[in-house]
């Protein structure tokens, strides 16, 4: 790592482990290409660049940038902007044959904005995450992250630049300070500190007696729920992701802790592009974009206010948890989708 935050539009990108021989002009954008592989140049593997002809065949022959004629690519830029498109997407768990997940599923994440999925248990949310971080392969449509499909990035690149905080978050009985950098060969403290501050979690740690130093405990006991969530939240930001998803991230915690996870949301990420999963109305509420699924399609999009206005599924939800005719969870009651690794999760 050893590079700060980005201070501009989007995010430069640590440098990759990936080998990055020097590729044919006909594969870094130049004219004449197919138009799928122009932009930043893309890393081949030492095999692909000694068979010429099969960096012939990508140039002329259409099909699906992800192996086409038998190419892989490895596209891992320097900078992403961090725009994330879902296309017309259709998706069906190899489990379940019959049954489609996703159906025609379209929505954008836009750069420097809060999306956020919404919808009863079984709508899709967690397998558009699933997809996002490109563990399945479509059955129709593209996801595409700055115009490029997912399939033709790296994968320890794409798992790089897209950052994940779940619900549980997994500390190590190490301290602060590693917990936040654990994965990183190196990361100045200065970063640890930034990240820190970003998540509002800075504050509880220099009230600690050890401050950074200080250990978390098995599974970071010595810390609430709350904070916990926070270190997490830094460790994934001192990675400095283009694209941060926060799934159900806050629905363990008490109104004080979320409040204070939502404050770093829309107060310290604009330079992220954030995917919100969640059930709770304040989680949402304030998101520049919520996107409402039912039964794995898109039925709403819009802002808090648009979609009260507009009536629907979104509105009766908001009515029912308002009114306390259900308990927020509802938001996700229903039927379970596959998540990843093959458990079950709203």
């Given at each position: 790592?050893?590079?700060?935050?980005?201070?501009?539009?989007?995010?430069?990108?640590?440098?990759?482990h990936i080998p990055s021989p020097s590729a044919p002009a006909h594969t870094a954008g130049g004219p004449g290409q197919h138009p799928l592989l122009r932009g930043p140049p893309c890393h081949l593997r030492p095999d692909d660049?000694?068979?010429?002809?099969?960096?012939?065949?990508?140039?002329?022959?259409?099909?699906?940038?992800?192996?086409?004629?038998?190419?892989?690519?490895?596209?891992?830029?320097?900078?992403?902007?961090?725009?994330?498109?879902?296309?017309?997407?259709?998706?069906?768990?190899?489990?379940?044959?019959?049954?489609?997940?996703?159906?025609?599923?379209?929505?954008?994440?836009?750069?420097?904005?809060?999306?956020?999925?919404?919808?009863?248990?079984?709508?899709?949310?967690?397998?558009?995450?699933?997809?996002?971080?490109?563990?399945?392969?479509?059955?129709?449509?593209?996801?595409?992250?700055?115009?490029?499909?997912?399939?033709?990035?790296?994968?320890?690149?794409?798992?790089?630049?897209?950052?994940?905080?779940?619900?549980?978050?997994?500390?190590?009985?190490?301290?602060?300070?590693?917990?936040?950098?654990?994965?990183?060969?190196?990361?100045?403290?200065?970063?640890?500190?930034?990240?820190?501050?970003?998540?509002?979690?800075?504050?509880?740690?220099?009230?600690?007696?050890?401050?950074?130093?200080?250990e978390t405990g098995e599974k970071g006991a010595q810390l609430s729920g709350g904070q916990k969530q926070r270190v997490a939240m830094a460790r994934a930001l001192v990675r400095n992701p283009p694209v941060l998803i926060l799934?159900?991230?806050?629905?363990?915690?008490?109104?004080?802790?979320?409040?204070?996870?939502?404050?770093?949301?829309?107060?310290?990420?604009?330079?992220?592009?954030?995917?919100?999963?969640?059930?709770?109305?304040?989680?949402?509420?304030?998101?520049?974009?919520?996107?409402?699924?039912?039964?794995?399609?898109?039925?709403?999009?819009?802002?808090?206010?648009?979609?009260?206005?507009?009536?629907?599924?979104?509105?009766?939800?908001?009515?029912?948890?308002?009114?306390?005719?259900?308990?927020?969870?509802?938001?996700?009651?229903?039927?379970?989708?596959?998540?990843?690794?093959?458990?079950?999760?709203?």
């Amino acid at each position: 790592m050893g590079q700060g935050m980005a201070d501009g539009g989007g995010s430069k990108v640590p440098p990759t482990h990936i080998p990055s021989p020097s590729a044919p002009a006909h594969t870094a954008g130049g004219p004449g290409q197919h138009p799928l592989l122009r932009g930043p140049p893309c890393h081949l593997r030492p095999d692909d660049q000694r068979q010429p002809h099969r960096l012939h065949h990508l140039r002329v022959c259409p099909g699906r940038l992800y192996g086409v004629c038998g190419l892989r690519l490895h596209l891992a830029p320097d900078h992403l902007e961090g725009r994330v498109d879902f296309e017309n997407v259709t998706f069906t768990y190899r489990t379940r044959p019959h049954t489609q997940v996703l159906q025609n599923v379209s929505f954008s994440l836009s750069p420097g904005k809060v999306t956020a999925l919404v919808g009863p248990s079984g709508s899709g949310k967690s397998s558009c995450v699933n997809i996002l971080e490109n563990f399945y392969p479509l059955e129709g449509g593209r996801v595409l992250l700055d115009g490029k499909p997912i399939s033709a990035y790296d994968h320890k690149y794409l798992h790089r630049v897209i950052s994940l905080v779940s619900q549980e978050p997994v500390l190590f009985a190490r301290s602060i300070t590693d917990n936040i950098s654990y994965g990183l060969p190196t990361v100045p403290f200065e970063m640890v500190v930034e990240a820190a501050q970003k998540a509002n979690a800075h504050g509880f740690i220099m009230e600690l007696q050890d401050g950074y130093s200080t250990e978390t405990g098995e599974k970071g006991a010595q810390l609430s729920g709350g904070q916990k969530q926070r270190v997490a939240m830094a460790r994934a930001l001192v990675r400095n992701p283009p694209v941060l998803i926060l799934d159900e991230a806050t629905s363990a915690l008490d109104a004080e802790s979320e409040y204070l996870i939502q404050q770093a949301i829309h107060g310290n990420l604009q330079k992220h592009t954030v995917l919100i999963i969640a059930h709770r109305l304040s989680t949402v509420e304030h998101a520049h974009l919520i996107v409402v699924l039912d039964k794995g399609r898109v039925v709403q999009q819009g802002t808090h206010q648009q979609l009260l206005a507009q009536g629907g599924l979104y509105a009766k939800l908001v009515q029912r948890q308002m009114l306390g005719l259900e308990p927020a969870a509802d938001f996700t009651a229903g039927h379970n989708e596959p998540a990843a690794n093959g458990s079950h999760k709203a």
